[in-house]
């Protein structure tokens, strides 16, 4: 698969100033699950600008928001993570989807569901207005048509080979829907090994690296060796029978003997995403400390 073919599934991504503050009077209720949302209410209630009923109707289902009898929203998480909940597609109703989305879009600018099918995706769209679907990462999103870019860094996305796209997608797709600048290079395994060092100035300018691969899932412990940067090493279940559906290249990225691997479970791209943006926040958050 090319890079031109994927580049229609990317987000534009660019600086912007966050919508969710300098609210205007009258109000009635604020979302305040992003951060910059809840302090602005607090300045708000201390300037006498809102009233503490305001306040307290806004704050009354920070925790979790009840969906039917089938969900409970965590409101909270991004306030306690830095990243808000996501939907797991796998599994659910088209109904239960679009109530929880529903939900969800009212106290979150970036909605994401994961593992959705194309099938799903075409019966969502008829019910959840400005859905967007990410065909290789099986993601569909409710989001701005620019991601604004939160953090520094830069996060690598490496796939071994064409087939383990889907995960690697996953991860990619995740990651700037969350505010992280992505970089791609694809179909880079060890059988030819120097399709993969012909780009080391891609590996060197990542702040972290995600590896994806299946078979016996070698490449993570090559790239380790050539980089100074975290790496983080996700097995997809791509191979013939004796990889065991992605067991064979999880043990081998849990036995690497290149330092500084960090390994997720099978096909788990998500996840992996996660992880490289909290090692980046994580890090722009002591970048900070030092200069204070």
């Not at 990317?10 to 109000?27: A, C, D, E």
């Not at 009923?53 to 969900?71: C, N, P, R, T």
């Not at 997809?236 to 479970?265: E, R």
Request: charged share 15%; glycine share 8%.
């Amino acid at each position: 698969m090319t890079g031109d073919r994927l580049k229609i599934y990317q987000s534009p991504i660019t600086n912007h100033q966050s919508p969710i503050t300098n609210h205007q009077l009258p109000i009635t209720t604020i979302a305040v699950t992003q951060p910059e949302a809840l302090r602005s209410l607090l300045e708000a209630v201390a300037d006498g600008k809102i009233t503490p009923d305001i306040a307290f109707d806004s704050l009354k289902d920070l925790s979790y928001e009840s969906v039917g009898e089938f969900a409970k929203i965590d409101n909270h998480r991004q306030l306690r993570t830095g990243f808000p909940e996501v939907i797991w597609g796998q599994g659910k109703t088209i109904d239960q989807i679009v109530q929880i989305m529903s939900v969800m879009r009212q106290q979150n600018h970036v909605v994401i569901a994961t593992r959705i099918e194309q099938s799903v995706y075409t019966e969502l769209q008829k019910k959840v207005r400005g859905l967007r679907y990410y065909e290789f990462a099986r993601i569909c999103a409710i989001a701005p048509s620019e991601i604004e870019i939160k953090f520094p860094g830069q996060i690598g996305i490496l796939s071994a080979g064409t087939a383990d796209l889907p995960v690697a997608e996953e991860a990619a797709v995740t990651a700037e829907l969350s505010g992280f600048h992505v970089h791609r290079l694809l179909d880079v395994g060890v059988a030819g090994i120097h399709r993969l060092l012909s780009n080391r100035h891609l590996l060197e300018s990542s702040s972290v690296l995600i590896v994806v691969a299946g078979m016996e899932g070698a490449l993570p412990s090559v790239v380790a060796g050539l980089v100074d940067c975290p790496v983080i090493a996700v097995p997809t279940s791509i191979g013939y029978g004796a990889s065991f559906s992605g067991l064979a290249p999880l043990l081998t990225m849990l036995n690497s003997c290149a330092a500084g691997v960090g390994v997720v479970n099978i096909d788990n791209g998500f996840g992996a995403a996660i992880l490289a943006g909290q090692i980046l926040r994580t890090s722009d958050k002591l970048r900070l400390a030092s200069q204070s």
